[in-house]
């Protein structure tokens, strides 16, 4: 499916952004190769600046570009000469908000699969709006993640969810209908079976999962069901256990892993990484049920 990538206004972490080499201007970029189709990349409003100071070259910007500081609307300006055609600029009053907005031009433009940096933190109202527009791309038939560095947030539904081998951290569930049912967790510290949650008592915070929650299984993969209802999956890694598997994979990168370096002696981030210490979302399986 083809993946669209949103560099959204609020709180933001300067993570890797998997994009591919087109997007990259002649700058060094922090971002890394995104290893599959080129993926539709679009600033949001004061997300410019944030995609320019990565060297990321983004296809579309759009907003009424109230949260864009004064100081980068000469880099609007630029972008909107050098590129005409690819800046939406909207109205400060209307019913979507500008990443709503953003969505859909995605799905318009054949994009199933979403991608939000810059979505997490900041102002609350905004975070819960966000939140709920995974519900609404869920509806749409495509699949929405809220990424930062060290949280991922996505919406289940009706299907099987395998989360990433070797994936250790914190999973959380909660209901977004009044109940959903068929609950069956697997591979964690607190599993669950064909169990109903509602989203009145939040039983589903804080699981664990790690290398001894899923020993024995034969996907070597801890795993959520859900039957029926939506629900939201967070899943979550403390700041100490991102530099431990940084650490890791600089030690293997100066050794000459085949993984982590080019063959001009550079080291690259791992493929499948879209931040650190995070899983890429094509590293889920989902089986619809």
Sequence with gaps: MRRAILMCAGEYEPIPIPVGQKHKSLRSAEAFEYYGEDPLVVAVDGG??????QGIIPDLVLGDFDSLEDKFRPDLDEFDAVHPGCVFRLPCEKDDTDTVYAARLCLERGCREILFYGALGGRLDHTVANLQT?????????????IGKTTLAAVIGSEKVLLPAGYEGTFSLFALDREVTGVTLEGMKY???????TNTFPVGVSNEVNADTVRGRDSGRASVTIRQGLALMILEKSESEIIRREKRRAAQNSTGNSNGTAENG???????TAAPGMPDPSEFDRIRL
């Design 48 to 53: 410019l600046p944030r995609l320019l100071a």
């Design 134 to 146: 995974l519900s609404w791309l869920k509806e749409e038939g495509a699949e929405g993640y809220l």
């Design 191 to 197: 599993p669950l079976s064909e169990a109903a949650v």
């Design 266 to 272: 550079k080291s690259f981030p791992e493929p499948g």
